[in-house]
């Protein structure tokens, strides 16, 4: 009994509202994270080099939109998930959340203004690739998929992975002593280490990123569910 009270004194009850709107995102941001990482997969293995990857989104433009914009919406739903995930275990350890959110909320700056418009820019020069009619037009579009290639050959394995699987790795350590279960606890802290262990540049791991992120996608959804029922009286 003791220890029940102690949790829920954790809690900050004056959130409600939070937790129910990061309740809700949580969920939609767990679908979000699989349909994009299914689409993802269809798209194919990523090439390296500009002008590689303005022949790879040759034939699949729309797949490639339709990919990244899910991505971003999925990231706004994040957002929200992060802020009542700070209020839902402050009281736990303040710091270490802090940190958690943080790494979390930098993800989703870095995602939405790096790495993301680095493959839009990849798609809209690949069509301006193929319908160039000199080689000094192409030359053109291919030092600029150069340098968007470039970028993301460090947003990837950084921003987009180590970054957000880190925040998580910490939220997870957290949640062993807030008001989630120990298996949803644990379910995260696997997720993060595979996710860290992902962001390493040998190919031979790159199977580990997917297994992570849907990792991360069933444990946002066990999340939602949690975060949504601590909304309620």
């Known amino acids: 009994m003791v220890m029940v009270a102690t949790v829920a004194a954790a809690v900050d009850p004056e959130w409600k509202g939070l937790y129910r709107a990061g309740g809700i995102s949580g969920l939609v941001y767990g679908i979000l994270l699989i349909i994009g990482t299914l689409l993802f997969i269809a ?26 914009s899910v991505f971003v919406l999925a990231n706004f739903f994040l957002a929200a998930v ?5 209020f ?23 995602d939405l203004g790096v790495t993301l418009p680095s493959f839009w820019s990849l798609i809209t020069l ?31 394995p950084v921003y987009t992975t180590i970054v957000p699987f880190f925040g998580s790795l910490i939220i997870a350590l957290v949640m062993m002593k807030g008001i989630f ?39 946002f959804l066990f999340i939602g569910y949690r975060l949504y029922k601590l909304s309620r009286p």
């Open 126 to 156: 690949s069509g301006n690739y193929a319908a160039a009619t000199s080689d000094a037009q192409r030359a053109v579009y291919v030092a600029g998929a150069e340098y968007a290639s470039g970028v993301l050959s460090l947003s990837l």
């Open 82 to 86: 992060v802020l009542s995930l700070y």
């Open 43 to 68: 798209l194919g293995p990523l090439p390296t080099g500009g002008e590689a990857f303005l022949k790879y989104f040759a034939g699949r433009t729309a797949l490639g939109w339709t990919t990244f």
């Open 181 to 219: 279960s120990k298996g949803v606890a644990y379910l995260g802290v696997v997720a993060g280490i595979v996710g860290i262990v992902a962001g390493i540049p040998i190919p031979a791991l790159s199977i580990l990123l997917v297994i992570a992120t849907f990792l991360g996608a069933i444990w």
């Open 88 to 110: 839902a275990l402050k009281g736990v350890n303040r710091i270490a959340v802090l940190f958690g959110t943080g790494f979390q909320g930098l993800f989703v700056v870095l």
